[in-house]
T-cell receptor, first 115, second 110 residues
Framework: DAGITQSPRHKVTETGTPVTLRCHQTENHRYMYWYRQDPGHGLRLIHYSYGVKDTDKGEVSDGYSVSRSKTEDFLLTLESATSSQTSVYFC??????????????FGPGTRLTVT | RKEVEQDPGPFNVPEGATVAFNCTYSNSASQSFFWYRQDCRKEPKLLMSVYSSGNEDGRFTAQLNRASQYISLLIRDSKLSDSATYLCVVNSNNFNKFYFGSGTKLNVKP
Protein backbone atom coordinates (compact mmCIF):
# COMPACT_ATOMS: atom_id res chain seq x y z
CA ASP A 1 0.00 0.00 0.00
CA ALA A 2 1.12 3.53 -0.76
CA GLY A 3 2.36 5.42 2.25
CA ILE A 4 -0.42 7.93 2.82
CA THR A 5 -1.82 8.91 6.19
CA GLN A 6 -4.53 11.35 7.12
CA SER A 7 -5.16 13.03 10.42
CA PRO A 8 -7.43 13.21 12.22
CA ARG A 9 -9.43 10.20 11.11
CA HIS A 10 -12.60 11.45 12.74
CA LYS A 11 -13.59 14.92 13.87
CA VAL A 12 -16.71 16.58 15.18
CA THR A 13 -16.69 20.34 15.23
CA GLU A 14 -19.11 23.21 15.59
CA THR A 15 -20.31 25.56 12.89
CA GLY A 16 -18.04 28.56 12.51
CA THR A 17 -14.87 26.97 13.85
CA PRO A 18 -11.73 26.55 11.73
CA VAL A 19 -10.63 23.02 10.93
CA THR A 20 -7.39 21.73 9.40
CA LEU A 21 -6.98 18.27 7.95
CA ARG A 22 -3.55 16.86 7.26
CA CYS A 23 -2.35 14.49 4.57
CA HIS A 24 1.13 13.02 4.79
CA GLN A 25 2.88 10.88 2.17
CA THR A 26 6.14 8.96 2.19
CA GLU A 27 6.21 8.26 -1.58
CA ASN A 28 7.71 11.57 -2.73
CA HIS A 29 4.96 11.95 -5.36
CA ARG A 30 4.51 15.28 -7.08
CA TYR A 31 0.74 15.48 -7.09
CA MET A 32 -1.50 15.57 -4.03
CA TYR A 33 -5.26 15.95 -3.95
CA TRP A 34 -8.12 16.61 -1.60
CA TYR A 35 -11.54 15.16 -2.40
CA ARG A 36 -14.81 15.06 -0.59
CA GLN A 37 -17.26 12.20 -0.94
CA ASP A 38 -20.97 12.60 -0.37
CA PRO A 39 -23.87 10.26 -1.15
CA GLY A 40 -25.08 10.73 -4.71
CA HIS A 41 -22.09 12.86 -5.71
CA GLY A 42 -19.18 10.50 -5.72
CA LEU A 43 -15.74 11.98 -5.18
CA ARG A 44 -15.38 15.66 -6.00
CA LEU A 45 -12.07 17.46 -6.22
CA ILE A 46 -11.59 20.32 -3.77
CA HIS A 47 -7.98 21.39 -4.44
CA TYR A 48 -4.86 19.78 -5.71
CA SER A 49 -1.14 20.46 -5.67
CA TYR A 50 1.46 19.85 -8.36
CA GLY A 51 4.46 20.78 -6.27
CA VAL A 52 5.60 22.62 -3.18
CA LYS A 53 3.65 25.87 -2.95
CA ASP A 54 1.89 25.06 -6.26
CA THR A 55 -1.83 24.51 -5.86
CA ASP A 56 -4.97 24.88 -7.93
CA LYS A 57 -8.71 24.76 -7.39
CA GLY A 58 -10.98 21.85 -8.08
CA GLU A 59 -14.70 21.83 -8.74
CA VAL A 60 -15.85 22.43 -5.13
CA SER A 61 -13.19 24.76 -3.70
CA ASP A 62 -15.42 27.44 -2.11
CA GLY A 63 -14.92 27.54 1.66
CA TYR A 64 -11.64 25.60 1.54
CA SER A 65 -7.99 26.57 1.36
CA VAL A 66 -4.87 24.45 1.08
CA SER A 67 -1.16 24.70 1.67
CA ARG A 68 1.81 22.62 0.72
CA SER A 69 5.08 23.77 2.26
CA LYS A 70 6.79 20.38 1.96
CA THR A 71 6.55 17.62 -0.62
CA GLU A 72 5.16 15.20 1.92
CA ASP A 73 2.43 17.32 3.52
CA PHE A 74 -0.77 18.77 2.09
CA LEU A 75 -3.10 20.61 4.45
CA LEU A 76 -6.78 21.33 3.89
CA THR A 77 -8.33 24.14 5.93
CA LEU A 78 -11.97 24.96 6.41
CA GLU A 79 -11.78 28.59 7.48
CA SER A 80 -15.23 28.61 9.09
CA ALA A 81 -16.88 25.21 9.03
CA THR A 82 -20.49 24.90 7.91
CA SER A 83 -22.90 21.96 8.13
CA SER A 84 -22.68 21.54 4.34
CA GLN A 85 -19.03 20.60 4.80
CA THR A 86 -19.96 17.49 6.76
CA SER A 87 -18.44 14.81 4.58
CA VAL A 88 -15.75 12.20 4.18
CA TYR A 89 -12.50 13.75 3.00
CA PHE A 90 -9.95 11.73 1.07
CA CYS A 91 -6.40 12.67 0.24
CA UNK A 92 -4.76 11.13 -2.82
CA UNK A 93 -1.31 11.15 -4.38
CA UNK A 94 0.00 10.53 -7.86
CA UNK A 95 3.46 10.41 -9.39
CA UNK A 96 2.26 12.02 -12.64
CA UNK A 97 4.26 14.67 -14.48
CA UNK A 98 2.86 17.69 -16.26
CA UNK A 99 2.33 15.71 -19.45
CA UNK A 100 1.75 12.19 -18.21
CA UNK A 101 -0.92 11.04 -15.81
CA UNK A 102 -0.69 8.09 -13.52
CA UNK A 103 -3.06 6.40 -11.19
CA UNK A 104 -3.90 7.92 -7.83
CA UNK A 105 -3.56 6.29 -4.45
CA PHE A 106 -5.81 7.24 -1.59
CA GLY A 107 -5.45 7.79 2.10
CA PRO A 108 -7.88 6.17 4.57
CA GLY A 109 -10.14 9.22 4.78
CA THR A 110 -11.28 11.67 7.45
CA ARG A 111 -14.89 11.71 8.60
CA LEU A 112 -15.81 15.28 9.48
CA THR A 113 -19.08 16.21 11.13
CA VAL A 114 -20.01 19.86 11.54
CA THR A 115 -22.80 20.38 14.07
CA ARG B 1 -23.89 17.48 -17.73
CA LYS B 2 -21.57 15.46 -15.52
CA GLU B 3 -18.06 14.76 -16.75
CA VAL B 4 -18.41 11.06 -15.96
CA GLU B 5 -21.63 9.11 -15.67
CA GLN B 6 -22.28 5.64 -14.34
CA ASP B 7 -25.37 3.55 -13.69
CA PRO B 8 -25.58 3.58 -9.87
CA GLY B 9 -27.09 0.08 -9.74
CA PRO B 10 -27.22 -1.89 -7.59
CA PHE B 11 -26.40 -4.87 -9.71
CA ASN B 12 -27.48 -7.98 -7.81
CA VAL B 13 -25.92 -11.11 -9.30
CA PRO B 14 -25.36 -14.71 -8.14
CA GLU B 15 -21.90 -16.11 -7.55
CA GLY B 16 -20.31 -17.25 -10.78
CA ALA B 17 -22.19 -14.76 -12.93
CA THR B 18 -20.64 -12.42 -15.46
CA VAL B 19 -21.46 -8.76 -14.99
CA ALA B 20 -20.56 -5.68 -17.00
CA PHE B 21 -20.53 -1.99 -16.12
CA ASN B 22 -20.33 0.93 -18.49
CA CYS B 23 -19.20 4.45 -17.87
CA THR B 24 -19.54 7.40 -20.25
CA TYR B 25 -17.37 10.50 -20.28
CA SER B 26 -17.92 13.89 -21.86
CA ASN B 27 -14.42 15.17 -22.62
CA SER B 28 -13.19 13.79 -25.92
CA ALA B 29 -9.66 14.95 -25.04
CA SER B 30 -9.40 12.65 -22.03
CA GLN B 31 -6.36 10.37 -22.19
CA SER B 32 -6.30 8.35 -19.00
CA PHE B 33 -8.96 6.01 -17.71
CA PHE B 34 -9.16 3.90 -14.60
CA TRP B 35 -11.46 1.65 -12.64
CA TYR B 36 -11.36 1.82 -8.87
CA ARG B 37 -13.04 -0.37 -6.30
CA GLN B 38 -14.42 1.04 -3.06
CA ASP B 39 -15.61 -1.06 -0.15
CA CYS B 40 -18.09 0.37 2.32
CA ARG B 41 -16.54 3.09 4.49
CA LYS B 42 -13.10 2.53 2.94
CA GLU B 43 -10.90 4.46 0.53
CA PRO B 44 -11.03 3.82 -3.22
CA LYS B 45 -8.41 1.37 -4.44
CA LEU B 46 -7.10 1.05 -7.97
CA LEU B 47 -8.54 -1.96 -9.73
CA MET B 48 -7.03 -1.42 -13.15
CA SER B 49 -6.00 1.16 -15.69
CA VAL B 50 -7.81 1.08 -19.04
CA TYR B 51 -5.66 1.04 -22.15
CA SER B 52 -6.69 1.84 -25.69
CA SER B 53 -6.27 -1.76 -26.77
CA GLY B 54 -8.23 -3.09 -23.81
CA ASN B 55 -6.65 -5.06 -21.00
CA GLU B 56 -7.34 -8.02 -18.81
CA ASP B 57 -6.33 -8.89 -15.28
CA GLY B 58 -7.53 -12.30 -14.23
CA ARG B 59 -11.33 -12.24 -14.13
CA PHE B 60 -11.46 -8.54 -14.94
CA THR B 61 -11.46 -7.04 -18.43
CA ALA B 62 -11.52 -3.33 -19.23
CA GLN B 63 -12.33 -1.83 -22.60
CA LEU B 64 -12.18 1.69 -24.01
CA ASN B 65 -14.36 2.96 -26.85
CA ARG B 66 -13.12 6.42 -27.80
CA ALA B 67 -15.59 6.90 -30.63
CA SER B 68 -18.55 6.51 -28.30
CA GLN B 69 -16.70 7.88 -25.26
CA TYR B 70 -17.28 5.06 -22.85
CA ILE B 71 -15.28 2.56 -20.89
CA SER B 72 -16.45 -0.78 -19.63
CA LEU B 73 -15.54 -3.27 -16.95
CA LEU B 74 -16.39 -6.95 -17.26
CA ILE B 75 -16.19 -9.25 -14.27
CA ARG B 76 -16.33 -12.99 -14.94
CA ASP B 77 -17.07 -15.74 -12.45
CA SER B 78 -18.18 -13.25 -9.78
CA LYS B 79 -17.11 -13.92 -6.20
CA LEU B 80 -18.77 -12.81 -3.00
CA SER B 81 -15.65 -10.72 -2.37
CA ASP B 82 -16.33 -8.72 -5.55
CA SER B 83 -19.23 -7.00 -3.77
CA ALA B 84 -18.27 -3.33 -3.69
CA THR B 85 -18.81 -0.06 -5.49
CA TYR B 86 -16.90 0.37 -8.73
CA LEU B 87 -15.78 3.86 -9.67
CA CYS B 88 -14.93 5.04 -13.14
CA VAL B 89 -12.21 7.72 -13.35
CA VAL B 90 -11.24 9.90 -16.31
CA ASN B 91 -8.66 12.66 -16.56
CA SER B 92 -9.42 16.17 -17.78
CA ASN B 93 -7.50 18.36 -20.24
CA ASN B 94 -5.10 18.83 -17.35
CA PHE B 95 -3.40 15.46 -17.40
CA ASN B 96 -3.36 15.05 -13.67
CA LYS B 97 -6.79 16.35 -12.78
CA PHE B 98 -9.40 13.64 -12.59
CA TYR B 99 -13.16 13.23 -12.58
CA PHE B 100 -14.90 10.40 -10.80
CA GLY B 101 -18.18 8.78 -11.59
CA SER B 102 -20.62 8.33 -8.73
CA GLY B 103 -20.00 4.60 -8.75
CA THR B 104 -21.86 1.41 -9.56
CA LYS B 105 -22.75 -0.85 -6.66
CA LEU B 106 -22.34 -4.58 -7.12
CA ASN B 107 -23.84 -7.17 -4.78
CA VAL B 108 -22.80 -10.75 -5.40
CA LYS B 109 -25.17 -13.21 -3.71
CA PRO B 110 -24.45 -16.81 -2.69
Amino acid sequence: DAGITQSPRHKVTETGTPVTLRCHQTENHRYMYWYRQDPGHGLRLIHYSYGVKDTDKGEVSDGYSVSRSKTEDFLLTLESATSSQTSVYFCAISEGTFRVSYEQYFGPGTRLTVT
Amino acid sequence: RKEVEQDPGPFNVPEGATVAFNCTYSNSASQSFFWYRQDCRKEPKLLMSVYSSGNEDGRFTAQLNRASQYISLLIRDSKLSDSATYLCVVNSNNFNKFYFGSGTKLNVKP
